[in-house]
């Protein structure tokens, strides 16, 4: 056990302990994405009482138990990862239905997000067995967290995670084409080894803004924004920002300023169709929000 962990296992049992842990169970685990300290309390004492770990690489997981002063015997672990997941929640499957709570990590971060975890939760819900998320570290929510997209485009709210793209140039431009019309925020992942292509082939959006994340939690942490058109040259400029796991955000599409042609399309279709429809119109044309429209056109037609 690492000296820094010494009292975290032991305040984990008295603050989660009393809590019902009901066997048959699968429990999908959220683990740090680098930082051990991000481990949460509930994940330590679910970890300890678990009578399985399924895990993306076995020799990783006991290496961070270990950290933990978790000891687990090799017996207890069981790989699940993304070429055997199919196969091996079969496995999970029989010893929930054996009455074992099985705990499954991947390797960093929320299962079932990009790495493996999904397969299995609907194999175990398939089963009419009950899987039980404990939250924690994700490499999505954390970049999302510090970008600042929340209050900057109301016309096009929410976020569109789409993870890895493919890494045959072809496909990752097409890819890329593809998400260009999407004009809510996106989130995507990217290896070191990938980085300055995914860069490349983002630079035919332009000014369109770019939160990067390099190492996220991690002592070397970066974080930037800047215009997607600029993004080559920032990672171009120190050898050391190709170096680490990478999430990186769009931000939604930004909306011109179409108040005067809104009111030019609003007024020449309210001659022609009724509110209602002149408003959905203009909105589909303009991408204006309908709410805003609407007031717009109450006004139009009042004046």
């Not at 999505?140 to 900057?152: D, R, Y």
């Not at 292509?197 to 983002?202: H, M, N, P, W």
Request: net charge negative; with cysteine.
């Amino acid at each position: 056990m690492s000296a820094s962990y010494s009292s975290a296992l032991a305040a984990a049992r008295e603050a989660a302990s009393a809590q019902h842990y009901p066997q048959g169970a699968l429990y999908v685990v959220a683990t740090p994405i680098g930082n051990l300290a991000d481990i949460t309390l509930r994940a330590l004492h679910v970890l300890e009482l678990a009578d399985v770990v399924a895990c993306e690489d076995t020799r990783h997981t006991q290496q961070m138990l270990r950290a933990y002063g978790i000891d687990k015997p090799g017996s207890q672990l069981l790989a699940v990862h993304q070429h055997n997941e199919s196969e091996a929640a079969q496995s999970v499957v029989a010893h929930l239905r054996g009455g074992r709570r099985v705990a499954y990590v991947s390797d960093a971060g929320t299962p079932g997000v990009s790495d493996p975890g999904a397969r299995l939760a609907a194999a175990v819900a398939a089963e009419g067995l009950r899987s039980i998320p404990l939250p924690g570290a994700s490499s999505v929510t954390t970049l999302l967290s510090v970008a600042g997209i929340g209050g900057e485009s109301s016309e096009h709210p929410g976020f569109v995670f789409h993870g890895f793209l493919p890494s045959k140039s072809t496909e990752r431009a097409h890819a890329i084409q593809l998400l260009a019309q999407e004009p809510r925020a996106l989130v995507l992942l990217e290896a070191p080894h990938r980085i300055e292509a995914l860069a490349a082939g983002l630079a035919v959006l332009g000014d369109r803004r770019v939160t990067i994340g390099r190492e996220l939690t991690k002592q070397f942490e970066e974080i930037a924004t800047l215009a997607a058109g600029d993004l080559s040259a920032w990672l171009q400029a120190d050898a050391n920002r190709l170096r680490g796991e990478f999430a990186v955000l769009l931000h939604p599409v930004e909306v011109a300023d179409q108040g005067g042609d809104a009111a030019r399309i609003l007024t020449l279709l309210l001659a022609e169709v009724p509110l209602k429809t002149a408003v959905k119109l203009a909105a589909d044309i303009t991408g204006q929000p309908r709410n805003a429209l609407y007031d717009q056109a109450l006004a139009l037609k009042k004046s």
